[in-house]
């Protein structure tokens, strides 16, 4: 399991993704059922996140040039702006998953990786 969480977060965050979407690939490998795995993935994703920026303040300490109010590579106003719309928003997900049958959320889920697959190539 220690290979898993190193394999994850190293890539969640060379990626700039939360950690989630790949939690959730090795959970759906060993057969977790897709509403279990996205909720446990979701729930991976904040402890991936939280040393990601970390590193992301230390790695970005001293550059010049950032923008107001940043903290190395993290923008405190971004911070500010996106927790307590996540925080409101986290229950509208919750419900729509609780009302999706397996195989939407499959479908739903498979859409979301390609989408983020995209915005990967197209950054290289």
Known sequence: MTAYGLL??????LMGI???LVANVALS?????????????SGV??????P?????VVSGWDHPGLPPLSVGYVSLIGFALLT???LLTVRFGVNLAHHMQKRQMEVALAVYQV???LRFAASL
């Not at 490998?29 to 993935?41: D, G, N, Q």
């Not at 994703?45 to 939280?50: H, P, Q, Y």
Request: net charge positive; proline share 5%.
């Open 29 to 41: 490998l060993y057969r977790f059922p897709i509403h279990a795995a996205i909720a446990t993935a």
């Open 45 to 50: 994703g904040l402890f991936v996140s939280i």
């Open 52 to 56: 990601g920026a970390f590193g992301y």
């Open 18 to 20: 939360g950690g989630g």
């Open 8 to 13: 994850i977060g190293s890539s969640a965050a």
């Open 115 to 117: 989408l983020i697959s």
């Open 84 to 86: 307590p719309l996540s």
